[in-house]
């Protein structure tokens, strides 16, 4: 069985930050969050050059999504390197790439997918961040880790580490199913419950809740960018 996604992207630059260092690929059937860091120009640059990378390695047929990944990583290193304006940038980056019937993902960071099914939603995505080491060793609660002042620091980023570890996975989707991609402006100012009503209140129109889901981090503070990818599956 084949599925077809109805798509929803955006993305926004928030209330406090004088830049959007997000960027996003909505290039069916391959799409993709990434968060830039690292400095005024290094944030943009370093999420836009990684899913250019992406998606012309994917247009040309250049290995697998992991592969590319990797690729990517060796990139935004290389110029950060050779360009001393953008030393030290990274970015996060969630792919998510349709196969038939089935999702692979790709994901580096602590930008995050959910998924959607039966109304119930989970998370899919293992944040790379310091927050999520301490939460896991019990440490400080998920709810903590949203206000904590070190919720920005990532443990896995693109730009860097030549061994990059990248997490892989592939999911066999049902029609119905949502699948969301977002970066941390979005889940540091909504919870996983509020996310879950906003998509529940849209009723399964995903430019309906992509527009919700930024519009409410934006009135409760938009304290930094925001960018959601939304697909929904359909036979
Ligand atoms: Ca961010």
Known sequence: ?????????????????????????????????????????GGEVASGLALETIER???RGEGDLAEQVHEANRIVFERSVLDRSVAGMGTTLT????????????HVGDSRAYLIRNEQMSRITND????????????????QARSHPLRNVVTRALGGRS?????????????????LLCSDGLTTMI????????????????AR??????????????????????????E
């Open 209 to 234: 809740a992509a527009t919700a889901l930024v519009a409410e981090a934006n009135q409760r503070g938009g304290e930094d960018n925001i960018t959601v990818v939304l697909l929904r599956f359909e």
């Open 128 to 143: 790379h961040s310091w927050v999520n080491e301490q939460i896991q060793s019990g440490v400080i609660s998920a709810e």
């Open 57 to 59: 390695l994917f247009t």
């Open 163 to 179: 061994d990059l570890v990248v997490d892989v996975q592939s999911r066999r989707m049902k029609p119905g199913d949502v699948l």
């Open 191 to 206: 919870g996983d419950e509020d996310i879950a009503r906003i998509l529940g209140e849209a009723q399964g129109d995903v």
């Open 1 to 41: 069985m084949t599925l077809r996604a109805t798509v929803a992207a955006g993305t926004d630059i928030g209330h406090v930050r004088e830049g959007n260092e997000d960027s996003f690929t909505s290039m069916d059937p391959l799409f993709a969050v990434a968060d830039g860091m690292g400095g005024h120009a």
């Open 95 to 106: 792919a998510a790439l349709l196969e038939g019937d089935r999702v692979r993902l790709a």
